[in-house]
């Protein structure tokens, strides 16, 4: 009787068991489907607000040829309407880009409605100036950019050696009104951007602003407060777009920024 009792609690506590271990396993997979629901509730949100960004563009810029591939490796829609708003309202004449691709198109295509103006592209890859170069062919804007074959040559920065563009590639004492950082790409060397700064900054015109993409990044994050420490004069600000977007100003009452160049 006392082994029948004891076979019989003994399997009830087995049966507690797996119904314990059933439900926690239940509410995991509801939890999970819960994180998934929210998730692609985001990646939709954040895909249709790229593709109101693309509309956006083709609109502003009336395209009569499409842009290459966006995303990825290629400057986001969001970022790209954030830079061709301020070009199309601010109508900078010299504007500077530290990486060529669909960036270097629409800048260009902003100058040739613009009625003038001039976007000079740094682009370390060969393979990569010859593309964008043949795209700006393509869509009738060769004469509103030049891509200029910048390779990535050894900087040194107080004591410290950085990677940049070649040094005297881009024409002597270009006032810049506009600078778009969307390179060297970061696996390049740590904090790859950051010589765009002492590089470029001292260049800036005074109505100059700097569009930095990719800014949520970590490595973005450091050289922007880097920055704030070495060009307490530039007002920092920010825009929402998925890989991130910061704005630096010259300061509208004017000042000058101190840096060196190219
Ligand atoms: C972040 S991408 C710059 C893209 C450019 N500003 C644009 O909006 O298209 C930085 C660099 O990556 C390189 N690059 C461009 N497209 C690439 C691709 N599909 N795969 C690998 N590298 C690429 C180019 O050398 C470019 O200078």
């Known amino acids: 009787m006392i082994m029948m009792m004891t076979a019989i609690l003994f399997l009830l506590l087995m049966l507690l068991g797996v119904a314990l271990y059933l439900a926690h396993k239940v509410r995991r997979v509801h939890l999970m489907m819960y994180d998934l629901g929210n998730n692609i509730v985001q990646e939709n949100a954040g895909l249709y607000r790229q593709i109101e960004a693309l509309r956006g563009l083709e609109l502003e810029l009336d395209l009569k040829k499409s842009l290459p591939a966006?995303?990825?490796?290629?400057?986001?829609?969001?970022?790209?309407?954030?830079?061709?708003?301020?070009?199309?309202?601010?109508?900078?004449?010299?504007?500077?880009?530290?990486?060529?691709?669909?960036?270097?198109?629409?800048?260009?295509?902003?100058?040739?409605?613009?009625?003038?103006?001039?976007?000079?592209?740094?682009?370390?890859?060969?393979?990569?100036?010859?593309?964008?170069?043949?795209?700006?062919?393509?869509?009738?804007?060769?004469?509103?950019?030049?891509?200029?074959?910048?390779?990535?040559?050894?900087?040194?920065?107080?004591?410290?050696?950085?990677?940049?563009?070649?040094?005297?590639?881009?024409?002597?004492?270009?006032p810049i009104d506009?600078?778009?950082?969307?390179?060297?790409?970061?696996?390049t060397g740590s904090l790859a951007r950051y010589p765009a700064g002492p590089a470029l900054f001292g260049q800036l015109s005074a109505s100059g602003a700097v569009f930095l993409d990719d800014a949520a990044r970590a490595e973005e994050t450091a050289i922007l407060a880097r920055?704030?420490?070495?060009?307490?004069?530039?007002?920092?600000?920010?825009?929402?777009?998925?890989?991130?977007?910061?704005?630096?100003?010259?300061?509208?009452?004017?000042?000058?920024?101190?840096?060196?160049?190219?």
């Open 70 to 174: 966006l995303r990825g490796w290629a400057a986001s829609p969001d970022f790209l309407l954030e830079i061709v708003r301020h070009a199309l309202d601010e109508k900078p004449r010299t504007v500077v880009e530290c990486s060529s691709g669909t960036s270097t198109l629409v800048l260009a295509r902003c100058m040739q409605l613009n009625g003038g103006g001039k976007v000079y592209s740094l682009e370390h890859d060969p393979a990569y100036a010859r593309q964008t170069r043949e795209n700006l062919v393509r869509m009738g804007l060769s004469d509103y950019a030049e891509v200029l074959d910048a390779p990535l040559r050894p900087l040194e920065l107080d004591g410290a050696r950085w990677s940049w563009y070649q040094h005297g590639v881009l024409p002597a004492g270009l």
């Open 227 to 262: 920055w704030k420490l070495e060009f307490p004069q530039l007002e920092q600000g920010s825009r929402y777009c998925e890989k991130g977007c910061a704005v630096l100003r010259v300061p509208r009452q004017g000042g000058s920024v101190h840096g060196g160049s190219v």
């Open 178 to 187: 506009l600078l778009v950082i969307d390179g060297p790409p970061m696996n």
